[in-house]
């Protein structure tokens, strides 16, 4: 053995001395309890520090939100608030139209309904194709494409509230988009203060913020599509479209019912960055669920606990439902992956 | 070797298991809007030289600490010693009463009298703190613009009316995006309601309906924003009781008229330097009077201090009138210290020619608030009113309600507000 490797052991042997001794220290009490409790003992020994953290900063605050939406009153601590049963959530439904918030006992939370229903059919259909568009895009042989990709991903680094920030500073009266419609001869406008213009704003930057990692997972999935199928259907003179819509779609399913699913459920979550873009107005034309919740849990001057929490327990309903979708189409997958 | 060492580790374990502040540690909790966190680290920094058996720490927050973390910390039965607050008179059960601990409860009473009702319970004759500053809502004219335009700038006596018409032409020929504006806040328009003869506290002491008085003004301000004439991004570009300043506008001579308040002027004198001369106008009249809301940030004493007689040193010396007064002229708040008031002969620390004016503005258009705006400081149900009025004309004028749905939903917000402090 030469000078190097036994130096090259020595060093290896003293680096993992402390270690090796740590563990004869922890192997002790490690096996009695392996011994006392079996293999499901020891799963449960490993998983504990992390379902602990999960039970103390997850389950107990669901819990105790359980009971706040059952209570009333301005007072922060459970027991000095009055109980009043399901009284919240009867003020949040107390609705004589759900289709007109003016009818409703808490039009406002209604609005919040209404406005987070168009938010997510609209911003998860942009998504979806945007995502779609750029992932094919990125998939093709084009000049620098690791740089697109990258410059693509970008935005999902940023914080949300940057990208808020940046998009405002571009959007808002005296802004960049303003002054460059000016330079060419147009009338600015006021793109924050119009209903029409506010919402395409939130969508847009939404979709601009997260599409990045939409397009990773797709692109993912078409480069798993076996390129033999491409060639044959080349070989059988069979059109772009046709190829798109008879092989990649089909193949591409598994992924794409994956990112429609999370984008639904991030969108209906969408709060951070449209709070700061457009503060949920113009009047109240982009105040969304978590918007609503925050505001009249923390914020606003007429804040009522009770209420919120009534309003986050049904928001949760809804998530709860979007995440099992979301679970039976990985299993429907991984199946028919199986399957394949 | 064992004791010693079980002593130690004793004296360890109470370390670090206790939470309580050691004798003599002050923590305040202070938020600014200018040059005040500077001004007061400095008074403070006096005091621990002349008191060296007291620290005090001054925790600079933002505002929005003070007004969405704070009432959590109180309500757990913590937070700090002492903070500085707008948000008196609704948490005022988490005060401490400092008439036992303080020097000369007769100087407090003296000197701050008028407005110790503000930061304590209903009928409680107890001593919280003091007001840092006494505001009052009230206008601010870009005197550059209205002479550029030829328009002169209406008079003592003038109307809303008269002021916004006067703002309209100034804004049309000096093609501005708007007339004026007035900061996104229920307390802001309030005068003016007031000044049309609204009164919002019923006979019960609880709210009343939305009258005539806010009808008129509100309707008038939904029409001026219609046509354009007040500027739409403060209002109309947010949801909720959310605050908006538009001081940068005014700042920016983007708006000849702006409503706002006295603790702007220390905001304007530093931002605006000389880019073109402004003057405080103080309120514009309705029909009932020309009235602005009185208001302002106090000083209070937290009553879960572990440090009450330390608590207490501190605020006899922030209180007492030399600070006062060395505080407002720093600063440029106007005292609320009835002593340094009636003495007069304040020497505001500033170069700029439009801040003595401004400053003299404001102290004259304090004795002109109306006695229904001068109850709304010490009115519990104040910031409900506000929070209301602000959510719901925000929804008029962005077209989303009528005004008279806009009442409707007041008054329900309100009452919901009540029947929730139950």
């Not at chain 1, 044959?232 to 089909?250: K, N, S, Y």
């Not at chain 2, 925790?59 to 009432?71: G, H, M, S, T």
């Not at chain 2, 506000?386 to 925000?394: G, M």
Request: one cysteine or more; hydrophobic letters at 50%.
């Amino acid at each position: 053995m030469s000078a190097a490797a036994t130096l090259k052991t020595w060093a290896g042997a003293a680096l993992a001395a402390p270690v090796i001794w740590l563990a004869s220290i922890v192997n002790v009490p490690l096996k009695s309890w392996q011994r006392a409790t079996g293999t499901g003992g020891m799963a449960a020994f490993f998983l504990a520090p992390n379902m602990a953290i999960f039970g103390i900063f997850v389950l107990v605050p669901l819990v105790i939100n359980f009971f706040y939406s059952a209570t009333s009153g301005t007072a922060y601590f459970l027991q000095d608030r009055n109980f009043v049963g399901l009284e919240q959530y009867q003020r949040l439904l107390d609705c004589s139209n759900y289709l007109d918030t003016a009818t409703c006992r808490e039009d406002l939370f209604w609005k919040a309904v209404h406005n987070t229903g168009l938010f997510v059919v609209v911003q998860v259909a942009l998504m979806t194709v945007v995502s779609i568009a750029t992932a094919l895009i990125l998939n093709r042989e084009i000049v620098g494409r690791s740089f697109w990709r990258a410059v693509f991903f970008f935005p999902v680094l940023l914080s949300p509230v940057v990208t808020g920030l940046i998009w405002r500073w571009i959007l808002q009266r005296q802004g960049l988009l303003n002054l460059i419609v000016h330079d060419l001869g147009g009338e600015p406008y006021n793109w924050l203060t119009d209903r029409f213009w506010a919402f395409t704003a939130a969508v847009s930057v939404s979709v601009w913020a997260h599409m990045g990692f939409y397009t990773l997972i797709l692109l993912a999935g078409l480069q798993a599509i076996p390129r033999d199928l491409y060639e044959a259907a080349e070989m059988d003179g069979t059109r772009p479209a046709r190829v798109f819509w008879r092989i990649t779609l089909p193949l591409l399913m598994p992924n794409l019912l994956v990112v429609i699913v999370l984008a639904l459920i991030r969108a209906v979550q969408i709060f951070d960055e449209v709070y700061v873009l457009t503060g949920g107005g113009p009047g109240t034309s982009t105040l969304y669920l978590t918007q609503y919740i925050y505001e009249i849990g923390f914020a606003s001057l007429l804040r009522n606990p009770g209420l919120a929490s009534a309003a986050s327990i049904l928001m949760g309903l809804v998530l709860v439902v979007l995440t099992l979708l979301q679970l039976q189409v990985g299993r429907r997958g991984e199946r028919k992956g199986a399957r394949q | 070797m064992t004791k010693p060492r079980t002593l130690l580790a004793a004296i360890s374990v109470s370390l670090l298991a206790s939470t309580s502040a050691f004798a003599g540690d002050v923590r305040i909790m202070w938020y600014s809007d200018g040059v005040e966190g500077d001004v007061i680290q400095d008074l403070l920094n006096r005091f621990m030289k002349d008191n060296p058996d007291i620290h005090v720490t001054l925790d600079n927050v933002a505002y929005k600490v003070i007004q969405e973390q704070l009432p959590i910390q109180l309500e757990a039965g913590q937070g700090p010693d002492i903070a500085r607050v707008t948000n008196i008179k609704e948490l005022a059960q988490h005060w401490l009463d400092l008439r036992p601990l303080v020097a000369d409860p007769k100087y407090w009473d003296d000197n701050f009298g008028d407005t110790l009702d503000w930061m304590r319970p209903d009928g409680s004759k107890a001593i919280t703190g003091f007001m840092t500053q006494l505001t009052l809502t009230g206008g601010f004219a870009n005197k550059t613009l209205f002479e550029q335009a030829g328009v002169a700038l209406p008079g003592d006596k003038a109307t809303w009316d008269d002021w916004i018409n006067a703002a309209a032409q100034v804004a049309k020929s000096q093609q501005l995006p708007a007339a004026f504006a007035i900061d996104r806040s229920g307390h802001r328009i309030s005068g003016a309601n007031v000044s049309y003869g609204a009164n919002y506290i019923g006979a019960d002491g609880k709210p009343a309906k939305v009258d005539d008085g806010t009808k008129a003004f509100v309707g008038k301000l939904v029409d001026w924003t219609a046509k354009g004439l007040m500027l739409k991004d403060t209002w109309v570009s947010a949801a909720g009781s959310t605050y908006r300043a538009a001081a940068d506008d005014f700042i920016n001579a983007q708006i000849p008229f702006y409503y706002s308040g006295s603790w702007q002027v220390a905001n304007l004198s530093t931002k605006i330097g000389d880019s073109f001369d402004w003057v405080a106008t103080g309120s514009p009249c309705g029909t009932a009077g020309c009235s602005g809301v009185k208001g302002g940030a106090a000083l209070v004493a937290i009553k879960y201090t572990k440090n009450p007689k330390d608590v207490a040193k501190v605020m006899d010396y922030l209180a007492s009138e030399n600070i006062v007064k060395e505080f407002s002229e720093r600063t440029l708040f106007l005292p609320a210290h009835m002593g340094v008031v009636a003495k007069g002969g304040l020497k505001w620390g500033s170069a700029d020619k439009n801040v003595g004016p401004a400053l003299d503005t404001f102290v004259k258009a304090a004795g002109e608030t109306l006695p229904a705006a001068d109850a709304l400081p010490p009115w519990k149900w104040s910031n409900a009113y506000f929070a209301a009025l602000v959510t719901r004309v925000s929804q008029v004028m962005a077209g989303e309600l009528t005004l008279d749905a806009a009442w409707a939903k007041i008054d329900q917000d309100i009452a919901d507000k009540v029947a929730e402090a139950k």
